[in-house]
């Protein structure tokens, strides 16, 4: 059986990653800084250092590189790239800056953009964290970096994925982008993210 690492789960599990890793044919391992949300790993970004490399089939990071300094984030991807199999692939997302600033020029930084499970969502927001989570003294949510679909793209080039298919959610301002370890054709990485790049 093929399995993922959850990075970064929080409470999640694999019912609220994608289709394909919650469906029973993938085997969840969670990781996440905070033991209190009992992860398999206890274990933090950007080192992975408790994760044994070549382990993992696939990586799914959801909403965990904008939380690290810039600097940080290219031993993350190369901490995703190191622990994952020579065929493996990685499932990122993040907020998107480029539809972020949009709003941002208009002025309305912090009316909402859309409504969480935890209540409204405003550029702010997305731009430097969530604010009631850090308001609450959880500052594990601050936010202290961003990326448009193709700095995000130029960052997994930089650590040596050889493909990276990926793709804007206007209606929720995040990214989601598919990367791969191995040499894979276009459309053997077309086909894939159609399959894996499908949120729950």
């Known amino acids: 059986m093929p399995r993922f690492l959850h990075v970064g ?15 029973p044919q993938w085997e969840e391992v969670t ?10 790993i206890v274990d ?19 909403h965990n590189i904008e939380h690290l300094y810039p600097h940080e984030v290219p031993q993350a991807l190369a901490a995703f790239h190191r622990v994952l199999k020579n ?4 499932v990122i997302t993040c907020p998107d800056l480029q ?10 930084i912090d009316l909402p953009l859309y409504e969480s499970p935890r209540g ?19 500052l594990y949510m ?18 040596g994925f050889s493909g990276f298919v990926g793709f804007r959610r206007p209606d929720r301002h995040d990214l989601w982008a598919m990367v791969a370890k191995g040499s894979r054709s ?4 077309r086909d894939l993210g159609m399959r894996l790049l499908r949120p729950l």
């Open 87 to 90: 065929d493996g692939i990685a």
């Open 99 to 108: 539809s972020i600033g949009e709003r941002l020029a208009t002025g309305d």
């Open 120 to 138: 409204p969502v405003a550029p702010l927001d997305m731009l430097y964290g969530f604010r009631p989570a850090m308001r609450e003294g959880n």
């Open 186 to 189: 276009k459309d053997e990485l």
């Open 142 to 159: 601050a936010h202290h970096t961003g990326f448009t679909l193709a700095s995000l793209r130029r960052a997994c080039d930089g650590v």
């Open 44 to 62: 933090k970004l950007p080192e992975l250092a408790h994760v044994v490399p070549g382990s993992f089939d696939a990586v799914y990071s959801a």
């Open 9 to 23: 789960c929080g409470p999640k599990r694999k019912d609220r990653t994608v289709e394909a890793f919650a469906s």
């Open 31 to 40: 990781l996440d800084i905070d033991e209190s949300v009992a992860p398999d």
